[in-house]
C-alpha cells in the first residue's frame, strides 16, 4: 500500500531548529520555505513563551498557528491570538511553589503576558545562583515578589528553577516522589544558554496536545504529522506522529523513541532532513495550504 503523504511537520526550537549558539542558518531558513511551498503546514511547538519567539518566528517568516510553553498554549501567531491554554491549578502551583521555596530555591513563575504584562515572578527573598542569573540575562519582563508560593497564581502557566545538573536531579525527584501524578515534571538542558532548567506542569500538558488541536482544526491525521526535536518535552510527539524524527544532538532516549536520526542542529540536520523529505514528493498541501498559496 502506498505511504500516505505527511500534511504538516512539528518542528521544535532550541536543540533543532536553532544550532547551539541559538542562531537560525540560511540553510534551515530556505528549507523551511521550501517545505511551506511543497505543501507541508508547519507547526513550530516549543517550550518558550510566545514573547521569546517572536524574532525567530520572524526570521522563518513564520505567521501561523504554533504552539508554546510546552504545549500549554497554542497562538495564532499572525493575529497575535491565544486559541487555547492549559493553566496550573491555583492550588497546585502554589502548593510547588512554597515547597520548592522552602528547599531554598528561585522559583520562576511563566505568567499570561497578555494579563499581567510581565513574563516572569520570581522570588526574591533567596540568592540568585549562576545559572537563574544567566536566564534572567535574556530578554524577558520579569517581576521579583517576596514568595511565589504566596503570590496569586491566576494566570500561572509553568513553574520552574534553573540550577547545575546535580541540583536539578535531586530536586526532580522530590518533586515527583511529593506531587506524583499531580504534576508533569522534566528537566532540559538549554544549551545555547548553558542553563538547566526544571520545569512543572499540569499534568494535561505537552506538544503533542497543542498540535492536535491545530491539526484537527485543518483536517490532518497523525499518521500524517512529522514530528522532529531533541529533548524530553518532545518525546509525546515523537513517539506518536506519524514520523518521530530526532536529532543527531537528541538526548538517547529522545532518539530511542524515534522512527528516524537525523543530523545534529550544529551541521544543518533539520535542512538536509527537510531538503529529503521535499525531494521525495512525500508532501501533499492540504486545502489551506492551496488556498493560502492562491491568496
Known amino acids: 500500500m502506498e505511504e500516505k503523504p505527511y500534511k504538516m511537520i512539528a518542528i521544535d526550537l532550541d536543540g533543532t531548529l536553532l544550532s547551539p549558539d541559538g542562531s537560525i542558518t540560511p540553510r534551515v531558513v530556505k ?7 511543497s505543501g507541508l503546514r508547519i ?6 513563551n510566545y514573547t521569546e519567539c517572536r524574532t525567530i518566528l520572524q526570521t522563518v517568516n513564520h505567521y501561523d498557528k504554533a504552539v508554546f510553553v510546552g504545549g500549554a498554549v497554542v497562538m495564532d501567531t499572525r493575529q497575535n491570538l491565544t486559541v487555547h491554554k492549559t493553566l496550573m491549578g491555583e492550588q497546585l502551583a502554589a502548593e510547588v511553589a ?4 522552602s528547599m531554598g530555591q528561585v522559583v520562576l513563575a511563566l505568567q499570561e503576558f497578555e494579563a499581567c504584562e510581565v513574563d516572569y515572578l520570581i522570588t526574591d527573598n533567596s540568592p540568585l545562583n549562576e545559572p537563574t542569573r544567566l536566564w534572567l540575562e535574556m530578554n524577558r519582563k520579569i517581576r521579583m515578589v517576596p514568595s511565589v508560593a504566596g503570590h496569586s497564581h491566576q494566570h500561572t502557566m509553568r ?14 525527584s522530590q518533586l515527583r516522589n511529593r506531587f506524583g501524578e499531580r504534576i508533569l515534571c522534566h528537566s532540559l538542558k538549554v544549551t545555547a ?3 538547566e532548567v526544571l520545569e512543572v506542569f499540569d499534568p494535561a500538558v505537552n506538544k503533542w496536545q497543542g498540535i492536535l488541536k491545530i491539526a484537527h482544526e485543518h483536517g490532518i ?23 518521530g524524527v530526532a536529532m543527531g544532538n537528541a538526548r538517547p532516549e529522545v532518539r530511542s523513541a524515534a522512527k528516524q536520526v537525523i543530523g545534529s542542529n550544529h551541521e544543518d540536520g533539520l535542512a538536509e532532513f527537510l531538503e529529503a523529505l521535499v525531494k521525495s514528493h512525500n508532501a501533499q498541501p492540504s486545502r489551506e495550504n492551496v488556498n493560502d498559496a492562491a491568496a
Open 43 to 48: 507547526c513550530f511547538a516549543t517550550g518558550r
Open 159 to 172: 513553574l520552574s528553577i534553573c540550577a547545575h545538573p546535580t541540583d536539578i536531579s535531586r530536586v526532580e
Open 221 to 243: 491525521l497523525p499518521q500524517q504529522i512529522v514530528a522532529v526535536g531533541d529533548d524530553v518535552n518532545d518525546l509525546p510527539m515523537i513517539r506518536n506522529a506519524g514520523l
Open 98 to 101: 512554597e515547597y520548592l521555596e
Open 31 to 37: 528549507a523551511i520555505e521550501m517545505a511551506s511551498l
Open 193 to 195: 544558554y548553558d542553563v
